[in-house]
């Protein structure tokens, strides 16, 4: 019987190892932290609302768990793509939700990699690059473009990935 166990306990463990002893540098999953910023000098308010954002790049999927929200309110994930000065901006929505009376939001999906359009040249410095956001949901128009502005409300990427 134990040769029996330790014969499973083998093949359990060969199925298993590999998945947990991939190298980061090869990882698919990507973390990224959202942030409230100050509009006014766009630095991190502190004890202010955040987010973070789980992401499979080979699967496409997600999930973004955001805190200290306004309760009641509905939120958009967005890949922002606006080039220059485009306004209304050209987004994508990665999602929706309404943050509950805890001020929570849970905001999962499905958004292939490839769509997202970053560009991972390292030092680049881009400032026309696309990016993530939590916006209101109020300030996307029926185009589906971010036409309202309201900095304050949202959730920026605390990086580029």
Known sequence: MKKITFALCLVALSLVVPV??????QSSIIQLYLVQKDPADWSIVEGGAWGKLTYNKDTGKFVFNGHLLKAGVSYTLIN?????????????VLGSGIANAERD?????????DKLGYDTT??????DGYKIWLVLTSDINAAGK?????????????ELI
């Open 122 to 127: 390292p030092g680049t410095g881009s400032t």
């Open 105 to 113: 939001v849970h905001i999962a999906g499905n958004y292939p990699y």
């Open 80 to 92: 922002f793509a606006r080039v220059g000065s485009e306004w209304p901006a050209t987004i994508n």
């Open 146 to 158: 971010l036409a309202g502005w309201s900095p304050g409300d949202y959730l920026f990427e605390y």
């Open 20 to 25: 947990f002893a991939r190298p980061a540098g």
